[in-house]
């Protein structure tokens, strides 16, 4: 791993990477391996200046907002867009899964599939875009 930059938003970034790192680590598996996935389909997903910190105590990417954020809990995992629209807009999609008001639940052994996270990611996207502007 390269060594962390030191002050400015490089050193902040690095930091951010390091504490979901350390979170990732902590994490037992399957739901280490789980939540991995779900990080790379995000980070595919997600635009390049997106980065990652600890928001809430979960690992999460923000690009121009909370972009979302995903977490290991013992009995299952799960994923929060960081809005109600985006869960509403993919309700269909949605249907197989544990759902409540900010979050997508699924079991510790199996992610959800990218090309739904990478749906969920994009939309995020879009409207924290449409909202800066």
């Not at 899964?97 to 739904?116: C, E, M, N």
Request: hydrophobic share 45%; aromatic share 8%; glycine share 8%.
């Amino acid at each position: 791993m390269k060594k962390a930059a030191t002050g400015g938003s490089a050193g902040k970034a690095a930091d951010g990477l390091a504490a979901v790192e350390a979170y990732l680590a902590a994490v037992p598996e399957p739901g280490r391996g789980t939540l991995e996935k779900i990080r790379a389909v995000i980070r595919s997903a997600a635009p390049k200046e997106a980065t990652e910190a600890i928001s809430y105590g979960m690992p999460a990417f923000k690009y121009k907002g909370g972009l979302v954020a995903y977490a290991a809990f013992k009995n299952h995992c799960s994923l929060f867009p960081m809005s109600l629209a985006v869960i509403a807009q993919f309700s269909e999609d949605l249907k197989p899964f544990q759902t409540s008001k900010g979050t997508i639940q699924f079991p510790l052994d199996k992610p959800l599939a990218s090309a739904l996270v990478k749906k969920l990611v994009k939309a995020k996207v879009a409207e924290n875009e449409a909202k800066k502007k």
